[in-house]
């Protein structure tokens, strides 16, 4: 990933391997119970899947009530993912963020409103030039009133654009935290050349489109 010639020669890899049916491991993710994670010390938490995870932690980041976004691993069914296996595309899971923030501030469907206006939401199978399985988009819900949100969200989407949404929707199991040099890579790399092309332009169209929801940091 997260240079361009390496994303362009991922999706040749990837390209055939997104054709292959979901595999009976993969569909009982899908069909599983959500899990519900507690609030601690007053902060909840949520669990988005939009593309590289650089890009999807630092558009979080720059959202009032967000404390922290970490980048990780989600939607999948082998344990103990790494960032080589998931490039393979066969771990089942996705570039995710888990979202820590305060519900008093942001709420989750603010957060889904988030997550939809900062992608090309009918991009199948990835986001700007980062393709395969570990780039989809997914959403996952925590309980009834969290999944009835999304689907009500993703189907007035569907309807405004008169497109198809690309957004799975699954139950959240479990997330797995991303190895230290991911974490708040745009931040500290600022000039290298995937962040440069595709990270600060994204983040910046978010914050054209959102500026209401903004952090006072994060408008300048």
């Avoid at 790494?82 to 501030?105: D, K, Q």
């Avoid at 040099?181 to 962040?195: F, I, L, T």
Wanted: proline share 5%; glycine share 6%.
């Amino acid at each position: 990933m997260k240079s361009l010639i390496f994303s362009i020669s991922l999706f040749l890899v990837c390209s055939c391997q997104n054709q292959a049916q979901i595999n009976p491991k993969q569909q009982a993710v899908i069909n599983a119970e959500p899990v519900e994670v507690p609030l601690e010390n007053g902060m909840a938490r949520a669990y988005f899947a939009s593309g590289c995870f650089w890009c999807v932690e630092a558009v979080y980041e720059s959202v009032k009530g967000v404390e922290e976004s970490i980048s990780g691993y989600a939607g999948g069914f082998t344990d103990n993912p790494t960032y080589e296996l998931s490039n393979t595309g066969r771990t089942g899971h996705a570039e995710a963020v888990e979202v820590i923030y305060n519900p008093e501030v942001v709420s989750f469907s603010t957060l889904v409103d988030v997550y939809f206006g900062s992608q090309n939401p009918t991009q199948a199978n990835g986001q700007g030039p980062d393709r395969g399985p570990q780039y989809r988009s997914i959403i996952f819900y925590q309980n009834e009133e969290q999944k009835s949100i999304i689907k009500n969200k993703k189907a007035e989407l569907a309807k405004e654009l008169d497109a198809e949404i690309a957004a799975e929707i699954y139950p959240f199991q479990k997330f797995w935290k991303a190895e230290a040099y991911h974490q708040d890579y745009e931040k500290r790399n600022p000039n290298q050349s995937y962040v440069r092309a595709v990270s600060v332009p994204r983040l910046n169209r978010f914050k054209a489109k959102f500026p209401e929801l903004l952090k006072e940091e994060a408008k300048h």
